[in-house]
Structures are given as C-alpha cells and as structure tokens.
C-alpha cells in the first residue's frame, strides 16, 4: 500500500497561484483606488485654501464691498465640506469592502468599486474619480477654472464650481 503523497498536487499549485494573482491585483486595484481618492482629496484641499484666501482678501482690502460676494464665498465652503464628507464616506466604505474581503471579489461592473463611486452624490466629484481612474493626469485646478467664465474681478460676479 502506498502512503499519500503530501506534496500539492498541480491542481491545487494552480489554484493557490490564482488565489494569490487575484489578491495582487485586488490590492494594485485597491492602491489605485485609494490613491484616487487621495488625489481628490488634495484638489479639495486646494480649492478651500484659495477660497480661505479670498475670503480674508476680500474682508481686510474691500471692507465695503464684502456681503455680496462673501455670502457666494461662503456657499463655496458648504460645497467644499459637502465633498469633504463624500470622500470620506467613500473612504470608509472602501474599507469596509477591503475589510469583508468584499473588494477582492467580483470584476468589471460586479466590483466593489463601482458600489463606492454609485454612493456618492455629488455629480462632478463622481466624474472626476472616474475621469481619474480612466487615466486623466493627476492635477490640481487652476484657480482661474474654478469660478464660471462671466465672473468679474469687481465682486458683482458669481462665483460656483
């Protein structure tokens, strides 16, 4: 009679290098990811620095003109901490995927993903985590696209991402 052999056998060989290959690529797909949001988060950051600026601009050299386009300034901030919490939200629900494991399962429209980047409800924060993930080059705004094209340099404009 003889004794098992304890060596894999190739199938199981096969197996585990599938198991390890998809793990590989669950985590470059989850560094990917992360580094999206990241990106995001650092435009984000940039654009409540310069409305910061403008505001204490506006306040100490144009002390009589301040109300109107301070108010817009203002709703500038509820938009930055709007997607300020989208982010982290998507944050928190990407680990909570990588967590279960759940961000390792599944493929093109199946991935865990797809589910992040569906719960956020800020529609141009969601086209530019996509415009990211497609490959875009990662760059911070200039402070010029920020603001429409028919804004004024003598505070009479509006001011909206």
């Known amino acids: 009679m003889t004794a098992p052999s304890l060596a894999p056998s190739s199938s199981d060989q096969n197996t585990a290098q599938e198991i390890s290959s998809s793990r590989v690529q669950a985590g470059e797909d989850l560094g990917e990811f992360l580094g999206t949001i990241a990106k995001l988060l650092h435009e984000t950051v940039t654009k409540f620095e310069r409305t910061s600026s403008k505001i204490t601009e506006i306040v100490v050299s144009q002390p009589g003109k301040t109300a109107r386009e301070l108010i817009l300034l203002l709703q500038d901030f509820d938009r930055l901490q709007q997607e300020f919490s989208a982010l982290g939200e ?58 429409e094209e028919n804004d004024v340099p003598d505070g009479t404009a509006t001011a909206e991402f």
């Open 90 to 147: 998507a944050l928190a629900k990407t680990a909570e995927s990588a967590a279960t494991g759940r961000w390792a399962e599944g493929s093109g429209d199946d991935h865990a993903k797809h589910e992040v980047i569906g719960a956020i409800s800020i529609h141009d924060l969601k086209e530019r985590i996509l415009t990211h993930l497609n490959g875009a080059p990662a760059t911070a705004p200039d402070p010029e696209d920020l603001y």
